[in-house]
């Protein structure tokens, strides 16, 4: 299950934590794709007071419900589109990247065009026609599911659709 994503949020509470080994480590292997324990590692327990953690506990708890923490961390991967920390995002003045893009973001479309290969299901939190624009397979593409508050992007049965669908498929994984 891919999610697409506009960028994670920054809060300089945050810093210290990338000097903690075990959170650094599991940042280190998730950018390598190394196979862990818990390859989500915002859902692994030994992290719950890292940042990012209770905003994706927030955002999945519905999943973790019907379809079990286990399954989730080996099935949950998510993109985002400015992959950098910022507190707002902003694209790229045009003066630097003519599409407003980083290049990582490349490096992104390429993951949700092999995901798409493999016929993933992908849900679009934020920021869904920029991720159109950079992938525009994704208009036509039979797996996309949307948010329906995209200011909102919990991922509960009231706000996805196709939520049990997207549950039965991370159960069948």
């Known amino acids: 299950m891919y999610v697409l994503n506009l960028n994670p949020g920054y809060s300089p509470e945050d810093d210290a934590w990338h000097a903690e080994p075990n959170y650094r480590t599991a940042i280190i292997d998730n950018l390598s794709h190394r196979t862990t324990a818990f390859p989500f590692y915002f859902l692994d327990p030994r992290l719950k007071d890292a ?21 989730l961390v080996r099935n949950l991967f998510c993109a985002e589109l400015f992959p950098y920390h910022s507190r707002r995002y902003r694209r790229v003045p045009k003066a630097i990247s003519p599409d407003g893009l980083v290049p990582s973001s490349g490096y992104a479309a390429h993951l949700v065009r092999e995901a798409m290969r493999t016929h993933r299901p992908i849900v679009a939190m934020r920021a869904f026609g920029a991720w159109c624009d950079l992938i525009p397979e994704l208009v036509g593409y039979g797996k996309v599911f949307r948010i329906g508050n995209p200011q909102n992007v919990s991922l509960s049965p009231n706000n996805l659709e196709g939520y049990g669908r997207l549950v039965g498929e991370l159960r069948a994984t």
């Open 51 to 71: 940042p990012g953690s209770a905003w994706w506990r927030r955002r999945t708890r519905w999943w973790i419900r019907d379809a079990g923490l286990e399954t």
